[in-house]
């Protein structure tokens, strides 16, 4: 193979004529219907000159043997090939020619993918294809192609036809293919954990009832107490003897009731607390026991709660 110094030299003039004369040989030999032979010429001097008159008869001759896909890149090569101030007409027109024909074999060609695991070694038509090209598009030349997958010791086989413009896709299945990534599937155990009401929630919720009621009754007596014994004192500070016992009890009623009401604020504060944080635990199996199916009642400050 040329180094890119030797391609990109001027071919002397031993090879000018060398490439003229494989030209004219391909021409004839394309004429009478030797499109091998022809392609073989056309090929050494492409590979000789580098110059659209050279590229156009090499695409030409791909063209009419099926192969568009290497015709089309001969032809697009030709038409891309940079001008030059002294170039010859010839190579204008064959410039032009190669552009119109690269664009009128576009939508001939087939379009294959390769759906497989990327770690497969994927061969197509004997060729290998890298692991970025599977599960690509790929343009292909109309016509029977051979594809080969082969992971491990698991190889597959197929021969698939694609018409022109055609759009075909083949899957693989092979064994030994890495498991799915992690988090496709769930292993067991890796549920999301499910909650319930703690039961603080209730135990705070049956002490700030209880407090409340204690607070608001003896409140009330100790209000009853205190009228009571202020219309039978003189100015509301002088109080005979007899009502002594009844100051006392509705001091007591009053400590009582502040003491019910601290009480039933501490079990709101247990309540909110409990809303807070459920209780958390493992999610059950999909078969729970028959005995945890069975319902369960369970008596609350608010009345009876149950599970089923």
Known sequence: MLDGTAAAAEPTPPEREAARTLLLSGREKRKNGQLMGALEDFERAHAIMRVPTTGLDLGKTQQELGLLVEARTTFLEAARHPAKANESRAFKRAR????????????R?????????AEARV????????????NVPLKVNPGKHEIVATLADDEKRETISVAEGETKTVEFTLAGAPPPPPGAEKPPGSEAP?????????????????????????????????GDVSSRCQGGTRCPEDTHADIERGETLGNVSTVGFVVAGVGAAVLVYGLLNPRTHAAKPDAAPADAK???WIAGPFGVAGTF
């Not at 061969?123 to 599977?134: C, F």
């Not at 319930?196 to 700030?208: E, M, N, Q, R």
């Open 123 to 134: 061969k197509l038509d004997d060729a290998d294809i890298s692991s970025s090209s599977i």
């Open 194 to 226: 499910e909650t319930s009401t703690s039961s603080l929630v209730w135990i705070g919720g049956g002490v700030a009832a209880a407090g409340l009621a204690v607070g608001a009754v003896t409140g009330l007596m100790a209000f009853g107490v205190h």
């Open 96 to 107: 032009k020619e190669a552009k119109q024909l690269a664009d009128e074999i576009a939508p």
């Open 294 to 296: 069975r319902p369960r």
């Open 109 to 117: 060609l087939a379009t294959l993918t390769i759906s497989v695991t």
